[in-house]
């Protein structure tokens, strides 16, 4: 198989088992100049598909930049009404979000953080609708990424420059199993190993998890009624999607005030094109109490104190230390593909499909039953091949989950 | 002046002298992505400017082109509430709006007429409000264009592909008086020259102007308080903008029902990525009664009949044939400069801005004081070496306007 018919190949599945597009349906893509190549494959497919309208966003990082720079500060907390009407109408007619991600992991480099974070909460808060529709799954929506020229330097940098962006493309299409037979059918598979993951951990119903590791003592409480769910994900009108391309998690939700302990990450997070690593967080009765980090602690810091869940656990998502990303060896810098080498937390909002009977609850019904929401949510990596999880059952009894990184069971 | 700095000169134009940018004001560019390089140094000039926010909407002409293949009809009669909402908000916010086009002038070749002239009806519909702004320059808006590898194909045929681009470049830098010293100031005293003309023409008071040349004999009456106008525009408060960089116009607006005769275009209409060329409109009591066209006939006539201004005179152009772009000898297949070599009209909507007293009136108004309105403005070339053109007095006396194509006076 060619780099083209690679492409092609990748188009499809995120058209098809990544989105899948629907007949009429309206489709919004959000994704930078960087990918307009494999854009246009996608759009193409798109309406293929059956699309009606397929419309792109292009932002442009350089672009990006400059408002970063030079922007005046009011700039940062006025969210545009048009972008909250065009997401919205995309929901009202059914329609579908996908993102194409091609980030350089260090284009905010230097930008004050008060700017980047002012622009955050601002989002965040003009989006709410949006991410509501979004994160209970009201509709269809997945993310792909493709690389650029930066972004693959980082991944690459020993590599001559005209050989980085292609030894990303060969990764990203292992990661998303390309290049092995035929794709959509590995995807079922992929999932349908997933899903039996889901179950049995569901079956266990754990009233807690122990995860230690060095610099990581964590325990984590689980509602009684929360869902393990792997990456494939259903419509209310029951059309199947996948929301992250790779997926290789199962993941729940915890207990807002149910974290106590510490945890150290274990690759960084790339958070507003800036870079934060060797952090430590600690919690008491679920919140942050103590946030340390060698390099962008003050980007950390606003990022935890964005609203008042900000500072509290959203999701719990598990990830051998042996899976086909992991084991590639490779540090992508985007948590795409980073947390899916890795288990990981989030800060943050909670998906409330997670937890059985939620998922049309309004975000104040939410904290009624003890689930987080904020307007952030913000994976970050926590597994190695140190780490050891355990499940407490409501009992106390305990069964190993993870040994060394690994599934135990 | 090497290139870069006739870019840096042409970015600091478009954002100085045609649009203006005020400190603290929103800017929304619309253009494709075959402009992005030239884009992004407008963008970092409209901030050093002062804008607060600077927002692009990046089309790209291959995605276009696939909508119009491959949507369904449905799609063309449908337009999206946020573009609607985006311009609104712009208009409220006191921003303004520039486009930097690169249009392949055949980009639409082949597709069904019926889809490019839904889609531009429905678009003129949902956009009236932005439309009625812009067209009575309630907001500083400006349109400037770069070469993208399709146009300059087009227009430099003879030359290498390699060659093409930069030609066309040569070519616009030189239509926009940039390479020959302070572009700025040379804008400045090219303006105060067309104001003059146009002051001749204000204290000419005709009341009708009649058109000669082969293939036309077309007699154009002017509404009692038409104003002659420069391409130098001003807001309502007062900010100086230049809506078409080139401009070599004077123009005012006829009487709706004033034109009788026959009229020949002398040089191809780029309409909706289609060219039409070699026609004849034929005109009685100011309506288009027959239509014909060597190329293109079909879109012509859709043209004409988006709605009931469609078929009726907008406006009325005055440029001699000895002028900087039509001495170069260039056919740019692309309005913004072919118009500013000719004598054009425009079917369609009419300037407010051209009658003394009307640019706050309504378009319903407008009505009854005899101009034109329409969802559609399109220009169409009608000047050469060989028209003649008198101003008819209301005592019918006649001046010498034009003689082979020049300015009589």
Known sequence: MNFQQKMEQYAELTVYVGLNVQKNQHVLINTTTDTIEFTRLVVKKAYEAGAKNVHVN?????????????????????????????????????????????????????????????????????????????????????????????????????????????????????????????AVSLWKQHIEFLEKRATQLNDHRFDKLHYTAPGTDLTIALPDRHIWMSGASKTPQGNPFIANMPTEEVYTVPLKNGADGVVRNTKPLVYQGNIIDGFTLTFEGGKIIKAQAEKGEELLREMISSDEGAAYLGEVALVPHQSPISDSGLLFFNTLFDENASNHLAIGDSYPTCYAGARDLERSQLAEIGLNTSIVHEDFMIGSAEMDIDGIKADGSKIPVFRKGNWAF
Do not use: C, M
């Open 58 to 182: 292009y932002s442009d990082p350089v672009q990006t930049r400059t408002h970063y720079e030079l922007a005046p500060d009011e700039a940062f907390t006025e969210f545009p009404e048009w972008s909250v009407v065009q997401r919205d109408e995309i929901i009202e007619k059914g329609g579908s979000f996908l993102w194409i991600d091609a980030e350089d992991p260090d284009l905010l480099t230097g930008i004050p953080a008060k700017r980047l974070s002012d622009s955050q909460k601002t989002a965040g808060k003009a989006l709410e609708r949006y991410r509501q529709a979004v994160g209970s799954d009201k509709v269809a929506w997945s993310i792909v990424a493709i690389p650029s020229g930066k972004w693959a330097a980082k991944v690459f940098p020993e590599l001559e420059p005209e050989k980085q962006v292609e030894a990303l493309w060969e990764a990203i299409f292992n990661t998303v199993r390309i290049g092995r037979g035929d």
